[in-house]
């Protein structure tokens, strides 16, 4: 006797954002036996009498956005979920042909128990790169040679925060589930996210300017998951990320030289730290390039070296504060004395400070839509990467046509590079108004 199958929407049973679970019955004989489908579904996207999932169309999306929020499924997911409704239906009568062929008696539990061990064996071969934040440990594992440990912190961020939201919301993060209303949710989930330090009691939350950051490093992650031919929602597409304008802190020229010239006998760690840090104001280079330098990239007058992050050739000329810097340190088997990042941006804080560098920045962010405006002294929020925007900045001020400087620091196009600009024209116009007065 054929089995009887049917599927059938659990009422009595409801998870937080409001799905039933639903389940596929085989009846043999008398004999009823249930199997769980993995299916989770609100009661207004199930017939139970035509045994379809209802199509998404505008009205039923707009009724279920009003009863439920932002967590509806997308068109492509319910596709999905009435195809796995279709194979299971066909292995069933794939089971019972084979118990027919070999004449052996079948029961609905030995149908079900045959469904059951193929669900767990398809469980276990599932591919991990399926599930973002375990492809994301293997994106890590792959480039840990080939790139910075700060690019890769950005990863390590975001599958911390994609954790989280899968905790908070309990729904598995996916490829193939990450689309616009997925984007939109998470937005707002690392808005209203707060860590608590459980030894300084400390709260961190997130600015809008991180978030932008973070959403970017996904869309840029599903790309390459992409790329890799995992199959990802192309619903992500139609998610836009505002930008944020950060602000450029750099040095202006006599706080370069205050630094240059600054007195530092009795310290040589201060010292040392003064001398790598204003080779890098006067050349644009990244502290990550400067950690690879050796003799041998220095030529005639030049540096030639190819860059960590974009892999590209630079050929920067020397000038007489980088030639005396090198100068200093001829005797050394490298051209700069370096230290670790970390340990340098500690120290060229304390630099700053020493060397008096402590003018009133104010730095602006927003939380969703509160902002947050923070005062500085600028030694505070200087740190490595000031050098490379002090030379862009001082270089365009100084009459060097911004592609030149694009060239010597490796800007690709001129709409990230456009900031500098902007910077270089304010400081033109307070200058300005210092000498001769502000217009009346």
Request: aromatic residues 10%; contains cysteine; hydrophobic residues 35%.
């Amino acid at each position: 006797m054929e089995a009887t199958l049917r599927f059938e929407l659990r009422l009595d049973t409801v998870n937080k954002n409001g799905e039933h679970p639903l389940i596929f019955i085989i009846r043999i004989a008398g004999q009823r036996r249930k199997v769980s489908t993995g299916i989770k579904l609100f009661p207004e996207l199930w017939e139970n009498q035509s045994q379809q999932i209802v199509g998404l169309t505008q009205r039923v999306k707009m009724l279920l956005s009003k009863k439920y929020g932002e967590n509806i499924p997308t068109k492509s997911k319910l596709i999905q979920y009435q195809d796995q409704m279709s194979a299971l239906i066909s292995e069933v009568r794939s089971i019972e042909s084979r118990f027919i062929f070999e004449k052996t008696p079948y029961s609905a539990d030995m149908i079900a128990e045959e469904i059951k061990l193929k669900q767990k064996q398809a469980t276990k071969k599932e591919n991990p790169s399926s599930i973002v934040y375990d492809f994301i440990d293997q994106y890590i594992e792959e480039h840990k040679h080939i790139r910075e440990k700060g690019s890769l912190s950005v990863y390590k961020s975001l599958k911390k925060h994609l954790t989280n939201y899968q905790n908070h919301t309990r729904i598995k993060v996916r490829f193939d589930q990450i689309d616009y209303n997925f984007l939109q949710g998470f937005q707002r989930f690392l808005i209203d996210w707060e860590e608590v330090n459980e030894n300084t009691k400390r709260v961190s939350t997130l600015n809008n300017t991180t978030i932008s950051k973070q959403l970017r490093t996904l869309k840029t992650f599903l790309s390459y998951a992409k790329k890799k031919g995992i199959e990802v929602n192309p619903g992500h597409k139609d998610f836009s990320i505002k930008e944020y304008k950060m602000e450029v802190i750099a040095l202006t020229q006599s706080e370069l030289d205050l630094l240059f010239e600054l007195n530092l006998q009795n310290n040589k760690r201060l010292d040392q730290v003064r001398d790598v840090f204003c080779f890098s104001c006067v050349t644009g280079f990244r502290y990550s390039d400067l950690e690879q330098l050796h003799r041998g990239h220095i030529k005639n007058d030049e540096i030639r070296l190819t860059v960590k992050k974009t892999k590209k050739p630079l050929i920067v000329p020397l000038n007489r504060y980088s030639k005396t810097i090198l100068e200093k340190y001829k005797d050394l088997a490298s051209p700069i004395p370096m230290i670790s990042n970390q340990k340098f941006n500690k120290y060229v804080k304390e630099l700053c400070k020493l060397a008096g560098i402590d003018d009133p920045i104010e730095i602006i962010r927003y939380k969703g839509a509160t902002k947050q405006s923070t005062i500085y002294k600028k030694h505070e929020i200087i740190s490595a990467h000031t050098g490379r925007k002090t030379f862009a900045t001082l270089s365009l001020e100084k009459g060097i046509p911004a592609e030149t400087v694009m060239k010597i620091t490796g800007h690709a196009d001129y709409k990230s590079f456009q900031r500098y600009v902007k910077v270089t024209e304010e400081r033109k116009r307070n200058e300005m108004q210092k000498a001769w007065g502000a217009p009346v």
